[in-house]
């Protein structure tokens, strides 16, 4: 079976500074990775998704993701934070067929103004 | 646009009642999830559908049932609730491609 860990709880940047939220998954074949975001009082929204080719993802909202399959990660960057930015960010992983992803415990990104 | 619903979006209820949460989707989607969400624990699956008529336990399923008799419709009913059943419930869909679409949620509280 699948899974994620997310190992940062709360992560704060100041508003302008770039992110990395770290993302490592355990899956024997090659996975199918999802980034989403949830805002306060919302569901989740796809940022973007890894599924095959191009290990460098780019998503929504100028996040980009990616994939390192030797370190088994799937990291979520962004060059330059804005204060919209500060939410919820789940990883997940997909087996491929079973169409159930585990996702990660979630980090909650804070942006300082 | 399609979309995925939720209702209601807050529900207060008592301890032994059946209450049911209703999800209705327009992405046409065969796969229909339930989660539930609390601190400290991430989305934890409670019931999922590949179809009409198909249904699935998850992890979290005891207390909780589903019904899936069109591929819009996924309800989700707590038979008696309990306090423990005290938050957040999402519901999504998916497609072929395993990408979720998520509904806004359903904040109950269980007195």
């Known amino acids: 079976a699948q899974s994620v860990t997310q190992p940062d709880i709360h992560i704060t940047v100041s508003e302008g500074a770039s992110l990395e939220l770290r993302c490592n998954y355990s899956y024997g074949a090659t996975p199918y990775l999802f980034w989403y975001v949830q805002s306060p009082g919302q569901g989740l929204q796809l940022l973007l998704k890894?599924?095959?080719?191009?290990?460098l993802v780019q998503g929504i909202k100028g996040f980009e993701a990616e994939f390192k399959r030797s370190q088994s990660s799937f990291n979520l960057r962004k060059p330059s934070v804005h204060w919209s930015d500060a939410a919820e960010y789940f990883c997940a992983v997909g087996a491929g067929g079973s169409y159930i992803p585990t996702f990660g415990r979630g980090t909650s990104l804070i942006v300082h103004p | 646009d399609a979309e995925i619903t939720q209702s209601p979006r807050h529900k207060i209820t008592e301890t032994g009642r059946q209450v049911t949460l209703a999800c209705h989707q327009t992405w046409n989607h065969n796969n229909m999830f339930w989660y539930r969400q609390d601190l400290g624990h991430g989305l934890r699956l409670i019931h999922y559908?590949?179809?009409?008529?198909?249904?699935n336990k998850g992890e979290v399923s005891d207390g909780y049932s589903v019904s899936r008799s069109n591929t819009e419709d996924l309800p989700l009913t707590l038979e008696s609730a309990a306090s423990s059943q005290t938050s957040v419930y999402f519901c999504?869909?998916?497609?072929?491609?395993?990408?979720?679409?998520f509904g806004p949620g359903t904040r109950l509280l269980v007195l």
């Open positions: 559908s590949y179809g009409v008529q198909d249904t």
């Open positions: 999504a869909s998916s497609d072929s491609g395993e990408t979720q679409y």
């Open positions: 890894y599924f095959s080719g191009d290990t």
